[in-house]
């Protein structure tokens, strides 16, 4: 039990509210989240910074229209299933928030992943946060397109972690936690409690199940805990449907849910927004001597690559992987992919004479770079 964070050493902490608990029969559940608001209030008094990701404004909006539940939504569907409910579900939410000062921000993925746009987020939620608001925030599903967004409200609350530099992040939901088996097929699953490194062994325990009203399923609980662990950020993954459900954590009576502990982190806010940047534009295998070199902090040379693929622009997002295919990092490139391709392989000697021009002689320099979490511990 010593080995769990708690809660109260938190400074900022992030709650998100799956769809399954925000909404039951299409309709707002007004009575277990007034029991959870109860627990922020509780928070608050002891000065600790709430921010809340919310789910449940395309189900509301689906009920507001008239459409059935089990409809598949085309995208300009759920776009206006999500224009109506939001709407519906800021204002339950002020309803039931009574006292408490709350905000609504919607955030899409494009400016979550712009470095500028991404800090001045920061700026906005903190200046809520010191006037003692409480920021409830989803995604904007009406204007984000399928290829640019978050595609569920885990990762949206791993990437608020983020940028705002939270302790912790608790997903509630209506599972209690990550099972070495399915619980609802076989009976002796039993609940993971602590998890120190996602390895493959992990990640197939987390199926692709989703419920009813969410858009998330465990496995999408699994990389939101990796994108917050990766910058230092611990996971609580746990039911929300008992009453008081963050109190019941505090006083810890027994094992709640799973926590995903993160290293502590010592990156800066940079490699921290690098860490939690999920969609790469480009991949780059490279051969066992870059490899050794990137985990020992120096940067990617040309000579070390053996091959690459993608549509990439000098300073996009690429994913490093070694010729197992086993990904290593990730990290801004210096040039575009057609230039790349040109050097790969090269002493940086001969990059002028390649290109025409004086390049620089990393394709990815070891400042722009961050290693995978589990290569870390492995070392």
């Not at 109260?8 to 039951?24: A, H, R």
Request: glycine fraction near 8%.
């Amino acid at each position: 039990m010593s080995l769990l964070p708690s809660l109260l050493d938190s400074k900022k902490l992030v709650i998100k509210i799956g769809s399954s608990l925000v909404v039951e029969n299409n309709k707002f559940n007004s009575k277990r989240l007034e029991s959870l608001i109860r627990d922020v209030s509780f928070l608050q008094k002891k000065r600790i910074k709430i921010l809340i990701v919310a789910s449940g404004a395309v189900s509301l909006g689906k009920r507001y229209l008239g459409i059935k539940n089990n409809k598949v939504l085309k995208i300009n569907e759920k776009q206006a299933c999500a224009a109506c409910g939001q709407s519906l579900l800021m204002n339950c939410f002020l309803k039931i928030f009574k006292d408490l000062k709350i905000a609504q921000i919607l955030l899409t993925y494009s400016e979550t992943e712009d470095r500028r746009k991404n800090l001045n987020a920061r700026e906005t939620i903190n200046t809520l946060l010191d006037s003692n608001v409480i920021p409830i925030i989803n995604e904007n599903d009406t204007i984000a397109t399928e290829e640019l967004k978050f595609g569920d409200n885990d990762r949206l609350a791993a990437r608020v972690a983020q940028i705002v530099d939270a302790d912790n992040l608790i997903l509630l939901s209506d599972v209690d936690g990550l099972y070495d088996e399915n619980p609802s097929k076989f009976k002796k699953a039993k609940l993971i409690y602590i998890v120190k490194n996602i390895d493959n062994d992990i990640k197939k325990m987390a199926k692709s199940d989703t419920n009813l009203y969410g858009s998330g399923g465990m496995k999408t609980k699994i990389e939101a805990a990796q994108m917050a662990m990766n910058f230092g950020c611990n996971t609580l993954i746990c039911s929300g449907e008992k009453s008081r459900p963050i109190i019941r954590i505090i006083k810890k009576k027994k094992n709640l849910g799973t926590w995903f502990i993160a290293k502590k982190s010592k990156k800066s806010s940079f490699k921290k927004w690098l860490a939690g940047s999920p969609k790469i534009l480009g991949k780059i295998i490279i051969d066992g001597g870059a490899c050794k070199a990137l985990k020992n902090g120096s940067s990617l040379l040309p000579s070390g690559v053996k091959s690459m693929k993608g549509n990439f622009f000098r300073g996009d997002l690429v994913g490093v992987f070694n010729e197992k295919k086993q990904a290593l990092g990730k990290g801004l490139i210096s040039y575009d992919i057609i230039e790349a391709k040109l050097i790969i392989g090269k002493k940086t000697s001969e990059i002028e004479s390649i290109l025409g021009y004086v390049g620089r002689e990393e394709l990815i320099h070891r400042d722009n770079f961050i290693l995978n979490e589990s290569i870390l511990i492995k070392k």
